[in-house]
């Protein structure tokens, strides 16, 4: 009997392709809303595979964090946060830090008096705890939900694994992801394949004839949400979305890929996602002039690869305290 299995090697290099592509669509948004004439990838294609990378980041969020639970329960809140949320907070807290002397002048103004002071201080740290800073954040602040939401299910909720992985996509993913339909329809779309990812991880065993039974949810997820949203665009992109994740499945359980393992591919994928919004809002927004496709690359690169370093050791000296 075939099986669902995504090595860490596959998974990696999934996740850094994800990456690139949304990295792209917002190089490709920046030159095509200000009409100029830098090279990039075409609008229309790259929104496309932003999308589909977003789908992929939340389904093998919630396949990976199934794993790490099967492997290693934590027992403990705590020992959950400091093992599992810590580890994507801390990051997103620390790159807003850095930002901050930036970003927080232009959206507030200096301060003249102690209200205003005040005032500039909650913005500052409501910035840099939660919001981000960053458009691109709410992606990070919607797995920081699901986490939660997902150690609700596991540890309170009586029943084995597989049933609370049912219960989890079908309730626990379903809340956020109406929660965030009331003000991002479009960016809601693909939380439920968080809860997907979750049931997949449990599943991954039960199938037949190379069909696995993680195609079912996500096929009668994908067309109840698709009938939930009224636009036909956000619809027909949910579905796109939805059925790229259920063609890896598909391939995944009838071919074993094997790829070289590289370590640090997979973590990097994370520090490319939270660095290179801020590029091009420095490039485009705050110096006006824009820049290339091979520079913005290149300047992503080395900057998330900086930050990698620097996030790597800031972890490893508060999760070890």
């Known amino acids: 009997m075939t099986q669902l299995a995504f090595s860490r090697s596959l998974t990696n290099a999934i996740k850094i392709v994800a990456a690139i592509c949304i990295a792209f669509f917002h ?73 901050l002397p930036l970003y927080l002048p232009t959206v507030a103004e200096t301060p003249t008096n102690m209200k205003e002071l005040i005032i500039y201080a909650g913005q ?108 036909a665009y956000i619809s027909e992109m949910l579905l796109q979305n939805y059925g790229f994740v259920a063609f890896i499945i598909l391939i995944c359980t009838n071919i074993k ?5 590289i370590p640090v591919l997979g973590d990097f994928s994370f520090d490319i996602y939270l660095v290179h919004k801020k590029v091009l809002t420095v490039a485009f927004d705050y110096l006006g002039c824009g820049i290339s496709l091979g520079l913005f690359s290149a300047i992503t690169l080395l900057i998330s690869g900086t930050f990698y370093l620097l996030r790597t050791k800031t972890l490893l000296l508060v999760t070890h305290k």
């Open 27 to 99: 190089h490709s948004y920046y030159v095509w809303a200000d009409n100029l004439h830098f090279f990039s990838v075409d609008y229309d294609i790259s929104s496309k595979l932003a999308s589909w990378g977003i789908a992929i980041f939340f389904f093998f969020s919630g396949y990976g964090l199934m794993e790490s639970e099967l492997r290693k329960p934590l027992v403990t809140f705590s020992s959950f946060v400091k093992a599992r949320i810590l580890k994507i907070y801390i990051p997103m807290v620390l790159v807003t830090l850095l930002w």
């Open 257 to 261: 890929i094997k790829l070289p393992h």
């Open 124 to 231: 500052a740290l409501a910035i840099l705890l939660w919001k981000g800073g960053d458009v691109a954040i709410w992606f990070i602040r919607s797995l920081l939900q699901l986490y939660l939401v997902f150690f609700f299910f596991a540890k309170f909720l009586r029943g084995n694994q597989r049933v609370k992985a049912w219960m989890f996509m079908l309730i626990g993913t379903a809340t956020i992801y109406l929660l965030k339909c009331g003000t991002n329809s479009f960016q809601a779309i693909s939380i439920p394949l968080f809860g997907i990812g979750v049931f997949a991880s449990c599943f991954k065993n039960k199938n037949g004839r190379g069909f696995n039974i993680t195609l079912l949810p996500l096929a009668v997820c994908g067309i109840v949400a698709a009938l939930f949203h009224r636009n």
